[in-house]
T-cell receptor, first 114, second 115 residues
Framework: GNSVTQMEGPVTLSEEAFLTINCTYT??????LFWYVQYPGEGLQLLLK?????DKGSNKGFEATYRKETTSFHLEKGSVQVSDSAVYFC?????????????FGKGTHLIIQP | DSGVTQTPKHLITATGQRVTLRCSPR?????VYWYQQSLDQGLQFLIQ???????AKGNILERFSAQQFPDLHSELNLSSLELGDSALYFC??????????????FGPGTRLTVL
C-alpha cells in the first residue's frame, strides 16, 4: 500500500536558518504529492503540491521538488521565521481516479526560536 | 478560513455513547472526506463521499458510519464509543471526484473526548 515517511522532530531552528524536512514515499503509479501545514489549534492548510515528476511546488518561500528517482518530496525554505512554527505534513494522493483519501506522514513539529 | 465548517468544535462524552459530527463543504465542492487525527495513529483517512454516494473507504471502524445529504453537507456517526476514539476529526472537501491533483480543503476539526 501507499505510505509516507517523514522526520518527526521536533525540529528546532533559529530564525533565518535554512530548513529541510525530509519526506519519502512508497506508492504504485504516479501519485500527486502535497505539503500541508497545521498551526496550533487550527486545521490543515495546503502549503504546496506537485503532480508529476520534476515538478516544483512553491509557496510563501517554501519549495519542494517531486523526485521520482528517489521517491522524495523534501520541503525547504531558505530563511525561516518564528511564524513558521507549526506541524508540517507530507502527503500523497493516488493518481488517475482520485477516489481516495490522502495518505499522510506522521508530521514534523517545527519550532523556530527568535 | 478554508470555507469548510465543522460542528461542534468540542465534544465530550462517555464510553458506549453515540455522537454525530457535522461538516459543511466549501460552496460548490462535491467531494467530502473524513479524517481522524490521534497521537498514536497520526492522520488517517476514514471515508469519502461524492455527491451523496460513498466513493472510498479507508481505516474506518464498523462502529463508524457517514452520509452525505442532498445539500452536500455530511455527518460522521460514531457509536459504542471507546476511550481510544478520542481524537480530532477533520472534514475536507474538494471540487471533483476524479483528478488526484485536486486540493482538499480542511475544516477546523471537531475534538472528541471520550471519558
Amino acid at each position: 500500500g501507499n505510505s509516507v515517511t517523514q522526520m518527526e522532530g521536533p525540529v528546532t531552528l533559529s530564525e533565518e536558518a535554512f530548513l529541510t524536512i525530509n519526506c519519502t514515499y512508497t506508492a504504485t503509479g504516479y501519485p500527486s504529492l502535497f505539503w500541508y501545514v497545521q498551526y496550533p489549534g487550527e486545521g490543515l492548510q495546503l502549503l504546496l503540491k506537485a503532480t508529476k515528476a520534476d515538478d516544483k511546488g512553491s509557496n510563501k518561500g517554501f519549495e519542494a521538488t517531486y523526485r521520482k528517482e528517489t521517491t522524495s518530496f523534501h520541503l525547504e525554505k531558505g530563511s525561516v521565521q518564528v511564524s513558521d512554527s507549526a506541524v508540517y505534513f507530507c502527503a500523497l494522493s493516488k493518481s488517475g481516479g482520485g477516489a481516495d483519501g490522502l495518505t499522510f506522514g506522521k508530521g514534523t513539529h517545527l519550532i523556530i526560536q527568535p | 478560513d478554508s470555507g469548510v465548517t465543522q460542528t461542534p468544535k468540542h465534544l465530550i462524552t462517555a464510553t458506549g455513547q453515540r455522537v454525530t459530527l457535522r461538516c459543511s463543504p466549501r460552496s460548490g465542492d462535491l467531494s467530502v472526506y473524513w479524517y481522524q487525527q490521534s497521537l498514536d495513529q497520526g492522520l488517517q483517512f476514514l471515508i469519502q463521499y461524492y455527491n451523496g454516494e460513498e466513493r472510498a473507504k479507508g481505516n474506518i471502524l464498523e462502529r463508524f458510519s457517514a452520509q452525505q445529504f442532498p445539500d452536500l453537507h455530511s455527518e460522521l456517526n460514531l457509536s459504542s464509543l471507546e476511550l481510544g476514539d478520542s481524537a480530532l476529526y477533520f472534514c475536507a472537501s474538494s471540487p471533483r471526484l476524479k483528478g488526484a491533483a485536486d486540493t482538499q480543503y480542511f475544516g477546523p476539526g471537531t475534538r472528541l473526548t471520550v471519558l
